[in-house]
């Protein structure tokens, strides 16, 4: 028997298709998940991308070849001014999902929250407050309404980032006496997450524009005397199907995608960014201000980008008892200069 000619791999991965544009630059959390705790607390927060260092720190994994010995390790930097809660929504549950009941804000809502939506004036917060107090057996869900303050970061804009955050923990009574709490504070990111944590990052990645099927998918560059073409794919398909199907490799939109990467687990969380800012600041970013918070690894998204942080949906079985102990963390010019 000759041998079967073999298959060439599959270039690119079709978990992400369709590879469209996201519908705003600001991402969307679909999910959140159910935490096992007696006190409520916020499930997310969020930050600014500021840029990437590296630094040198114990490694406490046990089942790493490295155990106990200092190893190298990149990391992101998201700088997190405080976030300012001013709204708490409730939710009620009907047979197709969520619906919202009922808001309640805060009386007098920041001047720059109107470069988003209009601001009620003369607003009866008690009133709707006491609405979702005496309907709180309808109640499933109780999420706060917080936005961004940029003008606190080095961020080059004046209109704050409207986010809606779940509370976790507790029961509805808790969760409605802990956002009424809140309801009109800032809160900043040491309040809701702890040094040696695993959090989600959600974000919007990179915008690369409309590329070809060989930066998009990864194909082979076909040989130069085979054909008219280099860069384009051998074939588009069978004749049967009669239609291109969505699995042939095709030029189209790369990048500026919605993505979520799991368990990255926070290195550090400090109030003076300039323990971190390199020499001469992140490159186009500039110096990180206030509070900020280092991640393990890479994340999405280019400098300046919004990103959405999360508790962990499906955190790691096998999580360090104690916070990753830090011995150098390099403030040498990106630049190389």
């Known amino acids: 028997m000759g041998h079967r000619k073999k298959h060439a791999p599959k270039r690119g991965s ?4 369709p590879r469209k544009r996201a519908k705003h630059i600001l991402a969307r959390i679909r999910f959140w998940p159910k935490i096992e705790a007696d006190t409520p ?17 114990v490694d406490d994994r046990k089942r790493s070849p490295n155990y106990g010995k200092e190893v190298i390790r990149s990391a992101t930097i998201i700088e997190t001014p405080p976030i300012l809660i001013c709204a708490i929504r409730a939710y009620t549950k009907n047979p197709y999902g969520l619906q919202t009941f009922t808001e309640a804000w805060m ?5 720059e929250l109107r470069r988003i939506l209009t601001t009620p004036e003369n607003y009866n917060t008690e009133d709707n407050l006491k ?7 309808k109640v499933t869900k109780i999420r706060v309404i917080a936005v961004t303050q940029p003008k606190q970061a080095s961020v080059p804009k004046k209109k ?20 009424k709490a809140l309801l009109g504070k800032p809160l900043t990111s040491a309040d809701i997450f702890k040094e040696g944590q695993y959090i989600d990052v959600i974000a919007v990645t990179t915008g690369k524009g409309f590329q070809g099927p060989v930066k998009r998918w990864g194909v082979r560059l076909l040989a130069r005397k085979a054909r008219k073409t280099k860069r384009g794919i051998a074939t588009l398909g069978p004749w049967k199907p009669t239609h291109i199907m969505h699995t042939v490799p095709r030029a189209g939109q790369m990048g500026f995608h919605q993505r979520t990467e799991r368990n990255k687990r926070i ?4 109030t003076d960014g300039k323990d971190v800012t390199p020499k001469g600041g992140f490159i186009r970013y500039g110096v990180v201000q206030g509070p900020y918070i280092m991640l393990d690894g890479s994340i999405p998204g280019p400098e300046k980008r919004p990103i959405k942080l999360r ?13 990753l102990q830090i011995t150098h963390i390099s403030l040498e010019s990106p630049q190389g200069k």
């Open 14 to 17: 079709l978990s992400y298709s």
């Open 107 to 111: 009386k007098t809502p920041p001047k």
């Open 41 to 57: 607390t916020l499930l997310g927060f969020m930050g600014y991308k500021a840029g990437m260092t590296h630094v040198f720190s």
């Open 311 to 323: 508790y962990s949906t499906r955190p790691p079985k096998h999580i360090p008892e104690q916070p």
């Open 160 to 179: 704050p980032d409207v986010t809606e955050i779940e509370i976790g923990g507790g029961t509805i009574q808790q969760q409605l006496e802990y956002a």
């Open 267 to 270: 290195m550090k969380i400090g």
């Open 131 to 137: 609405k979702i107090e005496e309907n709180l057996e």
